[in-house]
């Protein structure tokens, strides 16, 4: 099951035809003072996610949460590299797999801009008790 886990969140780096590094929607990216309560976090998918995956603009999904992630590219302790490899798409399986820090979780908190809409959950949806433990608020 692990295997096929990590090759659907993989696989989520997908843009619809037709759609370009152009998007409709406008998402309002909070500046780090402004941290937003879990309740006031706007919807994001997947589809948006994708389009933020340079060095210039790069968006993670960790447990189906949104993290604008480009001012910390440069001092991530593992490397900008490693954030890169899942630009734009879920990074769940490889933050979980390198057992981060309480601190590195905290801080997480500082990216935090939106979370993913209920029907693109795969963490977060009370369903499954195995692949919601340990899960960070």
């Not at 929607?25 to 995956?53: F, T």
């Not at 979370?115 to 499954?128: A, E, V």
Request: hydrophobic share 40%; with cysteine.
């Amino acid at each position: 099951m692990s295997s096929a886990l990590t090759n659907l969140l993989q696989s989520l780096r997908i843009v619809p035809l037709g759609h370009g590094k152009s998007s409709n929607q406008v998402v309002v990216v909070p500046s780090k003072k402004e941290r937003l309560k879990l309740e006031d976090l706007p919807e994001i998918a997947l589809e948006e996610v994708a389009q933020h995956d340079s060095f210039d603009d790069c968006w993670v999904v960790i447990y189906d949460r949104v993290y604008d992630v480009t001012h910390f590219l440069r001092d991530h302790p593992g490397g900008d590299d490693v954030i890169m490899d899942h630009a734009g798409r879920d990074a769940t399986i490889a933050f979980h797999g390198t057992g981060h820090s309480g601190d590195a979780i905290e801080m997480m908190k500082d990216f935090l801009i939106g979370q993913l809409p209920t029907k693109q959950h795969i963490f977060r949806t009370g369903k499954n008790k195995v692949l919601s433990l340990g899960i960070p608020e």
